[in-house]
């Protein structure tokens, strides 16, 4: 290391980096959340926020409720859905048959000319 004196992760002129300079911080209250998993998590609060129902659990993910005993349930995920999953949502079998037969005859009278 060259020069051995030098002080990492400060700029030159920064000055002292304490509460004097940056005032007081609010008066905090830290709350308890539960996920599924038994996890606890201890956000801290300013006293004048409203507090959130629910909190992300930042072990495993699952939202976090403040009873202990009845945590929130895990979101239900849906699975990928391919667009043909969607066009089979909105249209039936006899649908897609009229359709295809109607693009076919389209396809076979382009070809005989």
């Not at 609060?45 to 403040?66: H, I, K, N, T, Y």
Request: charged share 30%; with cysteine; proline share 9%.
């Amino acid at each position: 290391m060259v020069g051995g004196n030098a002080i990492r992760g400060t700029r030159v002129g920064a000055g002292p980096s304490g509460e004097s300079e940056r005032g007081e911080s609010a008066p905090r209250r830290r709350v308890s959340y539960w996920c599924a998993n038994g996890h606890e998590s201890r956000p801290s609060f300013s006293m004048d926020a409203e507090v959130p129902d629910e909190w992300d659990c930042p072990r495993c993910g699952l939202p976090g409720g403040q009873d202990a005993k009845n945590p929130p349930a895990a979101p239900r995920t849906e699975p990928y859905k391919t667009h043909l999953a969607y066009v089979k949502e909105r249209r039936s079998d006899a649908d897609g048959e009229a359709i295809l037969a109607e693009a076919l005859e389209r396809l076979r009278q382009r070809r005989q000319i």
